[in-house]
């Protein structure tokens, strides 16, 4: 059985941050991450490229139709999680 992979430890010169953290529910990693899904569904699943300039060629045109003819906002729908029982709203201020 292979060791498993770790990741190499941060350099002394590197501070740890709160920039650090992307949380679960970041509105534009979810946007892109629907996008990067629609590419793959309408693009890229069905096609057949034969070369890496004809794959980018089809994206680029795929990306290109879908700002001219597609293009909207998303709708964003996550409210958040409810609050847990016995946390008041006062302590939360």
């Known amino acids: 059985m292979a060791?498993?992979?770790r990741l190499p430890k941060r350099?002394?010169?590197i501070a740890p941050s709160s920039n650090d953290?992307?949380?679960k529910h970041a509105s534009w990693v979810n946007q892109v991450e629907c996008f990067?899904?629609?590419v793959q569904r309408q693009c890229l699943a069905n096609g057949s490229f034969?070369?890496?300039e004809e794959l980018r060629l089809a994206v680029l045109a795929f990306i290109d139709h879908w700002n001219r003819e597609k293009a909207h906002p998303f709708r964003w729908t996550f409210t958040g999680y409810p609050l847990?029982?016995?946390v008041k709203l006062a302590e939360a201020a």
Request: glycine share 12%; net charge positive; proline share 17%.
């Open 3 to 5: 060791a498993p992979r």
């Open 11 to 13: 350099p002394a010169s």
């Open 21 to 23: 953290y992307t949380p």
């Open 84 to 86: 847990q029982t016995g």
């Open 36 to 38: 990067f899904g629609i």
């Open 50 to 52: 034969r070369s890496t």
